[in-house]
């Protein structure tokens, strides 16, 4: 049992997927993850420290490794429910494989799911190419309105993808997405390390999410709720308030790949030698490595800071994109701070942050 909270774990189920997006980080190798890693990663989440538990569910695509999620979820179920915890588990998938068994399923357990999005038709089936006759777009956007019917609202949320090209696109594309009617839970999917992000694009994005941020303000004040999703985070859980500072990437970025090795970053999957050495922490199998599992998380704290920017450091980035993060976070803890004022005196703006506490997933 690990001494610190965990409150979130990213099960990395297979490494096969029925899509072929360009920007993927990916390789298609091929990899499922054991019911045993599953299991041991289920059990290193829940039996840490702390009440409320968030089990993420991804690939590749995870419904290609749906006997696989019938058992991991049944199992976590159960454990929830001996441990007392709160569990919210949550899906990443594309939407191309959905049927009446995984939907029936989706229900039972009360899962959420989380679908990536890039805009509109043309520039989706351009950097989302799929399998099939079908266009992906045509396919997702069905899938999309078949689920929307069978689960709440609350439990479906949109993966818009922004990529540098198309920053200029990007309040269009987001007025689209909302359009659609199919989810008011939106996160924004900034693509690293696909192609260079320029300043142009920079600016872009910076002037499209401040317009964004604009309309999601006005729309409260008309009790219309758009929920981005690191707002949320922050409203719920002072998330971003933490990341600002020195923060335990055990509590929220732990990631676990098919092997059971774990790390904090999905683009460390495809490293090798003393790099990938580095950048390890543990494995489900044995749990984490002593430095990580055995020490306690405090924010004054000197080592922390240093075991946090040591991580890091070896991490060579290959161009700015971590700019446009930093500015995605900074703009959204200040939209947030801005919605905790306006709910001191305003009706609209408190129900928002009540429901925003009530219903963090993504």
Excluded at 37 to 50: D, F, H, I, Q, Y
Excluded at 208 to 222: D, N, P, S, W
Aim: hydrophobic letters at 40%.
């Amino acid at each position: 049992m690990s001494k610190k909270e965990i409150a979130k774990i990213k099960l990395t189920l297979t490494t096969n997927c029925n899509s072929n997006c360009g920007y993927c980080f990916v390789e298609k190798s091929n990899e499922r993850m054991s019911f045993e890693v599953a299991k041991k990663s289920v059990n290193l989440l829940l039996e840490s420290p702390g009440k409320d538990k968030l089990l993420s569910l991804y690939g590749g695509e995870p419904f290609l490794e749906f006997p696989l999620i019938e058992e991991v979820v049944t199992y976590a179920r159960k454990r929830e429910v001996k441990l007392k915890k709160r569990l919210i588990i949550s899906i990443c998938s594309n939407l191309l494989w959905l049927d009446d068994k995984k939907i029936a399923f989706l229900k039972k357990h009360k899962l959420k799911v989380t679908v990536s999005i890039v805009g509109k038709s043309a520039d989706h089936n351009k950097f989302r190419s799929a399998t099939g006759r079908e266009k992906p777009y045509a396919k997702v956007i069905k899938n999309l309105i078949w689920l929307a019917s069978e689960l709440p609202s609350s439990d479906i949320g949109i993966s818009f993808v922004v990529l540098p090209r198309l920053s200029s696109k990007m309040v269009e594309y987001f007025k689209h997405i909302i359009s659609l009617g199919l989810s008011n839970n939106i996160n924004f999917e900034i693509i690293q390390e696909f192609e260079k992000w320029r300043e142009i694009d920079r600016k872009n994005f910076i002037g499209g999410f401040h317009e964004i941020l604009l309309m999601t303000l006005e729309m409260i004040a008309r009790n219309n709720f758009i929920f981005i999703n690191p707002i949320s985070w922050e409203l719920g859980r002072r998330k971003l308030t933490e990341a600002q500072s020195t923060s335990c990437q055990v509590r929220h970025n732990l990631e676990v790949y098919p092997s059971g090795d774990m790390a904090f970053s999905p683009f460390l999957l495809n490293c090798e030698g003393e790099l990938k050495s580095h950048f390890l922490i543990g494995n489900a199998k044995t749990g984490l490595n002593r430095k990580f599992g055995s020490c306690i998380f405090n924010l004054s704290s000197d080592k922390c800071k240093r075991c946090e920017n040591d991580y890091y450091a070896k991490y060579q980035r290959t161009d700015d994109a971590y700019l446009i993060v930093d500015a995605y976070t900074k703009m959204s803890l200040e939209a947030a701070k801005k919605i905790a004022k306006k709910a001191k005196v305003n009706k609209y703006f408190r129900d928002y942050v009540s429901y925003a506490k009530k219903n963090l997933c993504f």
